[in-house]
Every structure is written in structure tokens, then in C-alpha cells.
């Protein structure tokens, strides 16, 4: 059975940093698309970032370039999302979502969607 399990959320200062893991299980990643995203209290679930497996293309928002860092660890068959300098804007539950045999992350077009893993940044 495919799944996709998040972790490494929690409570972290302004200014402060977390990394959060995608694990896969079910399936292998290679062929699939990547995506985090993010849903704030009383707002729509946006697009974070997202890696295609297949050629390790990786793409921003806006909001988080230059502070987010995705990669992807093969063997353990897991997405890593590299947060630095988080604000409290970045207080959201995040998702992580997979799509098959696709380059992008389109929200509409993803396979797996994980549970997602609560980050609170305050201080």
C-alpha cells in the first residue's frame, strides 16, 4: 500500500530552522514528482516546493526561496524540505504529495498525499 508519512514538525522561534521528512513506502520515488505544501490556519493549501526525481529539477514559492531547500535521499526513499529562517507566515501544517511520471507538482495531478506534519513558529 502506497504512503507517504511526514515528520519533523514542531514549535520553533522566529529566526529558527527545521527539517521536515517525507517518507515513502509502497513505491519507490523515482519516477514521481515531489511536492511540499502548506496550509496556514483559514487560508487555501499553497505550493511550497517541489523535485522531480527524475532529473532532481527543483522549484520554489516566492515566499520561501533562498530559505527552503528540498532534496531527495534515494536509499531511504525519502523528500527532505531544509527550512532556515522561518517567520511566523510559515506557520502551517505541511503535506508532502506525490505525482507519477510528472515533472511538476500540480495540485490537482498528485497521486499520494501524506497526513501532514503541524509547524508552528512563534516565539
Known amino acids: 500500500q502506497a504512503q507517504l508519512v511526514e515528520s519533523g514538525g514542531g514549535v520553533v522561534q522566529p529566526g529558527g530552522s527545521l527539517r521536515l521528512s517525507c517518507a515513502a513506502s509502497?513505491?519507490?520515488?523515482?519516477?514521481?514528482?515531489i511536492g511540499w505544501f502548506r496550509q496556514a490556519p483559514g487560508k487555501e493549501r499553497e505550493g511550497v516546493s517541489c523535485?522531480?526525481?527524475?532529473?532532481?529539477?527543483?522549484s520554489y514559492a516566492d515566499s520561501v526561496k533562498g530559505r527552503f531547500t528540498i532534496s531527495i535521499d534515494f536509499a531511504k526513499n525519502t523528500v527532505y524540505l531544509q527550512m532556515n529562517g522561518l517567520g511566523p507566515e510559515d506557520t502551517a501544517v505541511y503535506s508532502c504529495?506525490?505525482?507519477?511520471?510528472?515533472?511538476?507538482?500540480?495540485?490537482?495531478?498528485?497521486?499520494?498525499w501524506g497526513k501532514g506534519t503541524l509547524v508552528t513558529v512563534s516565539s
Open positions: 509502497g513505491f519507490t520515488l523515482d519516477y514521481y514528482a
Open positions: 523535485i522531480s526525481a527524475s532529473n532532481g529539477y527543483a
Open positions: 504529495a506525490a505525482a507519477y511520471e510528472s515533472y511538476f507538482c500540480e495540485e490537482d495531478g498528485m497521486n499520494y
